[in-house]
């Protein structure tokens, strides 16, 4: 086995179908495959041998796939890094993992290439024009490597919100797993055409676009940043019928002023994911763009997809739908018994999409692996019917004179009012109460809001105690890489 065979399988059922493009730039199935071959030639003239680390940090250009699965086809393992990184948090990664060699976009190297010599690892930086050059002067390798089911693929690193960042070890049958069930989910074919808006160095990217696209033989077409209007432009001019983002780019896209003028008529599916998705959202741009938006769950742990709202079964506004194929999902209280239907607990998962493990992290690893089940550390309620809500993170949960409130209950009640374009809901360090309801809200463009009004708008909705007392209008709300709110990066205003 090796994730790496569905790039030969596609280029030898078409080699001549687009696999990536990144606006005029295009790559046939058979180029991508010849230049991930010949990758795998470089690493050999590198001396890298299988299960070496090979780390990548390069945004959404075609060279991305063409170097990850040219890895993976070598026998090594990649590591996907954020391309945001600065020195420090590079090398801490290059160092972790013990990565023998680092590809680099070159807008990035100023970072990147400091962090590799202080760590051992050599660095190449891939330069449009003369990446190619040194790629074709490779001796191509002969085909992928075979691997064990069970041998490490990718490293994925965790965020980071508690202690340092952990790799996720992501075997070649957790990955392939995924990226089936992910085709078989949005029903991709040879003549699907998919939006890489999601960075593919993350992992819902990697399987929900890059993987599965691969796996059923259809067109990446790619989105080096996300912008709204640039996300519209592609999807029409390519006809787009498969995006799949978070809910930042799902309200980007809806809240753009003009966003009629752009023929989506081609999309027919959208997945979320990486974040809860408000229901008036989602019930907004299904009726502006008319497509059906499914929303799913899942963790870097998990590779990530671990339940979704499947197209042929009820979707639940609010719900993360049901486990998918080959994924067993419970919610268990704080001693993994199971909680009966309408109870909140914790998440556990086990499934043949869960990690193999923390890398190097045997405690870690065990704790989070405890009775065989990954503890994924978020709260959420099963229905009689087997379908999941996500209530919150266990950490994001504030706790306000011995009440329990979840942000999310509160956030859902904020995106109602018409001129909230955007709402994070969060603790507040409390000297009586221990932690007060805070709300940073970004407005819709032209819209009028005060704080007082949006205070009033919650407190006539929710009970007294779980209304934010402490509101205050940003411009914009911190966002990760993935466009996902950062809530450890919103701190209140001082006169708050």
């Known amino acids: 086995m090796n994730l790496a065979a569905i790039l030969s399988d596609a280029a030898a059922q ?76 590079v090398e801490y990664y290059l160092r972790d993992c013990g990565a023998k060699l680092m590809f680099v976009w070159h807008d990035f190297a100023g970072e990147a290439q400091p962090a590799g010599a202080a760590s051992g690892c ?26 064990e089911p069970d041998d490490t ?111 989506t008529s081609a999309l027919r599916v959208c997945g979320s994911g990486g974040a809860s998705m408000p229901v008036e959202l989602m019930r907004g741009f299904e009726q502006a763009f008319g497509c059906a938006v499914l929303e799913g769950y899942g963790l870097s742990e998990t590779s990530p997809v671990a339940s979704f709202n499947h197209p042929d079964r009820e979707r639940k506004p609010g719900s993360v739908g049901t486990p998918i194929a080959g994924v067993e999902m419970r919610v268990v209280d704080e001693a993994d018994h199971d909680l009966p239907a309408g109870e909140i607990g914790e998440i556990v998962v086990r499934g043949a999409n869960v990690m ?58 904020l995106y109602e009012h018409p001129a909230v374009r955007e709402a994070a809901v969060v603790g507040v360090p409390h000297d009586q109460y221990g932690e007060e309801v805070g709300a940073a809200i970004a407005l819709k463009q032209d819209a009028c809001a005060t704080a007082e009004e949006l205070r009033g708008f919650v407190r006539e909705r929710v009970a007294a105690f779980k209304y934010p007392r402490l509101v205050w209008i940003v411009d914009e709300l911190p966002k990760g890489p993935t466009g996902k709110i950062l809530k450890r990066e919103i701190k209140p205003p001082v006169q708050a």
Not at 22 to 44: P, T, V
Not at 128 to 141: I, K, R
Not at 382 to 390: N, Q
């Open 14 to 89: 078409g080699p001549e179908r687009l696999a990536v493009k990144l606006d005029d730039y295009e790559l046939s199935y058979g180029l991508l495959e010849q230049a991930a071959m010949r990758l795998g030639g470089l690493l050999r003239a590198h001396g890298l041998q299988p299960g070496d680390r090979v780390a990548l940090m390069l945004p959404n250009v075609p060279y991305f796939p063409a170097i990850y699965y040219g890895a993976l086809a070598a026998g090594a393992i990649a590591v996907p890094l954020n391309v945001l990184n600065k020195r420090r948090e």
């Open 153 to 263: 693929a990718v490293l994925l690193y965790t965020s980071g919100t508690t202690g340092h960042p952990k790799g996720a070890e992501l075997t070649h049958a957790n990955l392939l797993s995924n990226c089936a069930a992910s085709r078989d989910l949005f029903a991709l074919d040879a003549g699907v055409v998919v939006l890489g808006a999601l960075p593919l160095f993350h992992s819902f990217g990697q399987t929900c676009a890059m993987n599965s696209c691969v796996l059923a033989g259809g067109l990446l077409t790619l989105l080096p940043r996300f912008e709204p209007r640039k996300a519209l432009e592609i999807i029409e001019r390519d006809r787009v019928s498969v995006f799949v983002g978070v809910p930042s780019m799902y309200g980007a896209m809806l809240n753009l002023p003009d966003r009629d003028r752009y023929d």
């Open 122 to 147: 050599e660095t190449i930086s891939v330069v449009p024009g003369e990446f190619e050059q040194t790629l074709f002067a490779s001796e191509p390798a002969e085909g992928p490597i075979p691997r």
């Open 356 to 413: 193999k493990g923390y890398w190097n992290r045997p405690e870690a690893t065990a704790e989070a692996m405890r009775g065989g089940w990954f503890h994924t550390g978020d709260l959420a309620r099963v229905d009689s019917e087997g379908y999941f809500f996500i209530v919150d993170r266990k950490k994001d949960m504030i706790i306000r004179n011995g009440f329990n409130v979840y942000p999310r209950e509160v956030e859902e009640v």
